[in-house]
């Protein structure tokens, strides 16, 4: 049978694997708990012989339906649900890296990414930042102990593009694991796996959810690194194909263990979301496009960030690899514009700190989600006082360059 089409796959995806009652959408699965019909199948179920329902914090069927989705939707062989995309990036890290490792990180993170990455180092765990948008900057960090590169597709909030396609060649050709957080571009628009990814992370609360209702994350394995080689996996875990057995200690360490486990009514939230994906994402990078057009014309911007403008230095690099070029933007205002005052002044878009929201967002980011950093670490991030971050929405775009336009003459 021809394969489906993005959206008719994940629209049906449910059905395919049988829905209790005829229900079109997987139900919500409250129990924490599951019985089994003998000692045996139990017993079974929890040394991963058989298939089955062991406790709540590590499987939950409205959980593994969502698991699936996001799987097709990367083209992955499985994936890992997490509480939230932060736990999905702190429990794989923590549970394939140990002390005395290394990993390269790209310099243009999510501030709570680049704290967690800070945090590693107290349990002996080497980072080295870089401009990941020159894979030769990655290359030239790598050392005897580098286990894994770590990148954006679309930084936030200045939307510097990785060297995604170099950097998958460099790590294919050493041996390295390549992780890669598609968060900011989605499945839709871009697909990691197609640059050698080896494990994609997802903050589900974003672009995948859309609505602003769930918090999730998720890791999927691509299938195209060989675990045999990777130094640090537990021999138990060494089961079936090697293509699992990052994904299984991720499960065990980084779930089981930590416990940031997605719930259920979450997962559900998160799955009917995903059936939109494709025409939300593609609207507001529809939208974004047209608002940075339009920034770029008014003079009391001083720069403009989206990879759309010809002036973005990736602006080419967007055009090959990717669908769109996102709905993330932001913009830096001069210095005589009160930034506090203009964001005050927009009577549409909402000052609040998300993204990928059906909703256009604004947030000051210097003053907030990346105050933390300082000065100095922010100057290396582009971001200036006046640097406004906009999670661009599906409004009519229209009615937003019009918030914009009076915002800017009340700001002065």
């Not at 002390?99 to 349990?123: C, E, M, R, W, Y």
């Not at 293509?243 to 416990?259: C, E, F, V, Y």
């Not at 000052?351 to 967002?361: I, Y």
Request: some cysteine.
């Amino acid at each position: 049978m021809k394969a489906k089409g993005f959206t008719t796959a994940i629209l049906h995806s449910d059905r395919a694997g049988g829905i209790e009652h005829g229900s079109l959408h997987k139900p919500v699965h409250n129990s924490i708990t599951f019985e089994h019909a003998s000692a045996a199948d139990i017993a079974a179920v929890f040394q991963g012989k058989q298939a089955g329902f062991t406790y709540g914090r590590q499987i939950n069927p409205t959980v593994v339906a969502l698991e699936k989705k996001l799987s097709l939707m990367e083209d992955g062989l499985a994936t890992c649900c997490f509480a939230t995309g932060m736990a999905a990036i702190s429990a794989t890290f923590l549970a394939l890296l140990k002390a005395g490792d290394h990993l390269v990180s790209s310099a243009f993170l999510f501030g709570n990414t680049n704290s967690v990455f800070n945090t590693f180092k107290n349990f002996g765990i080497e980072v080295t930042f870089v401009d990941a948008t020159d894979a030769q900057n990655v290359e030239a960090a790598l050392q005897p102990n580098t286990r894994a590169v770590f990148v954006e597709t679309i930084a936030n909030p200045c939307t510097q593009i990785a060297d995604l396609a170099a950097i998958g060649q460099l790590c294919t050709a050493r041996g390295l694991l390549y992780v890669v957080d598609n968060t900011m571009t989605s499945p839709w628009n871009f697909r990691p796996k197609a640059v050698g990814a080896h494990l994609v992370i997802n903050s589900l609360s974003k672009y995948i959810c859309g609505h602003g209702n769930a918090l999730g994350g998720s890791v999927t394995e691509t299938g195209l690194f060989d675990w045999s080689r990777f130094p640090n996996l537990i021999e138990g875990y060494k089961t079936g194909a090697a293509s699992n057995w990052g994904l299984t200690q991720i499960k065990k360490k980084g779930l089981r263990d930590m416990g940031a486990t997605l719930a259920p009514e979450a997962a559900h939230h998160i799955a009917i979301g995903a059936e939109t994906l494709p025409l939300r994402q593609q609207r507001a990078a529809d939208n974004a496009a047209r608002l940075a057009a339009w920034f770029a014309a008014q003079p009391a911007i001083a720069r403009v960030f989206h990879p759309s403008l010809a002036s973005h230095p990736q602006h080419a690099r967007a055009r090959e690899l990717f669908r769109n070029f996102g709905g993330l933007m932001a913009i830096e205002l001069k210095p005589e514009v009160d930034c506090f005052k203009f964001l005050d002044a927009l009577e549409l878009a909402v000052l609040a700190s998300n993204l990928g929201d059906n909703r256009t967002l604004v947030i000051p980011v210097a003053h907030t989600i990346y105050a933390e950093m300082g000065p100095v670490r922010r100057a290396e991030m582009g971001i200036a006082d006046g640097t406004v971050r906009i999670s661009v929405g599906i409004e009519d775009a229209d009615d937003l360059i019009a918030d914009f336009e009076q915002a800017l003459a009340k700001a002065g």
